[in-house]
């Protein structure tokens, strides 16, 4: 089943984002690569895909796991959460249907 990981940054988590973010996309990669992987990316903090400083307000990944508990493990794993940049990570079971 699939399920969305809807996180949530601190304040200007930009810099914490830059350092963290070869192993935090070498693991969406590997979801990806075992063809788990829904769709995942942030959300720019201005009203345009390269908000340059404003940075991200948080992130979206939508990929298939056995079950809430280990998308919810995946999610605590990730090296996001260990370098600070989100101050809430929430799990759903995700129903894809469009398109």
């Not at 990944?61 to 101050?87: H, I, K, R």
Request: proline share 9%; hydrophobic share 45%; no cysteine.
């Amino acid at each position: 089943m699939y399920y969305a990981i809807i996180s949530e940054d601190v304040e200007n988590s930009l810099p914490l984002r830059q350092s963290a973010r070869p192993a935090h996309i070498e693991r969406l990669q590997a979801l990806k690569a075992e063809g788990r992987l829904l769709v995942a990316g942030p959300h720019p903090a201005l009203d345009t895909p390269e908000p340059g400083d404003a940075g991200f307000t948080g992130s979206l990944v939508v990929a298939e796991f056995d079950s809430l508990e280990a998308a919810q493990a995946w999610a605590d794993a990730d090296p996001y959460v260990d370098a600070g940049v989100y101050q809430k990570v929430v799990v759903k079971p995700f129903k894809a249907v469009l398109p």
